[in-house]
């Protein structure tokens, strides 16, 4: 079992910054793709960024140049670096992560992100 802790959503005006952080538990070797999706109201979710265990990434195109996925193995953390954000980037953003040898997929509760005109 993982648990998935969210944390870095706000409020922010256009054209801010924001930087999310997913911690999870369980064994770090255990871990294999970490990710961040989100979904606005009315809408599906949707991949945002993902990132494998040894750094390959992968954006959707809404938020490439303007966001960045990273992590830190020791620490079993993602982060989601947001620049420039957008009114469009409004949603409840979702970490999701990819634990043991059969893949078992653990989201988290979200954490909202608002972006203002």
């Known amino acids: 079992q993982v648990q998935l802790v969210e944390s870095g959503g706000g409020w922010v005006q256009a054209g801010g910054s924001l930087r999310l952080s997913c911690a999870a538990s369980g064994n770090r070797f255990g871990i294999k793709s970490m990710g961040w999706y989100r979904q606005a109201p009315g809408k599906q979710r949707e991949l945002v960024a993902s990132?494998?265990?040894?750094?390959?990434?992968n954006y959707a195109d809404s938020v490439k140049g303007r966001f960045t996925i990273s992590r830190d193995n020791a620490k079993n953390t993602v982060y989601l670096q947001m620049n420039s954000l957008k009114p469009e980037d409004t949603a409840v953003y979702y970490c999701?992560?990819?634990?043991?040898?059969?893949?078992?997929?653990?989201w988290g509760q979200g954490t909202q992100v608002t972006v203002s005109s």
């Open positions: 999701k992560v990819y634990y043991g040898s059969s893949w078992d997929e653990y």
């Open positions: 990132i494998t265990n040894v750094g390959i990434t």
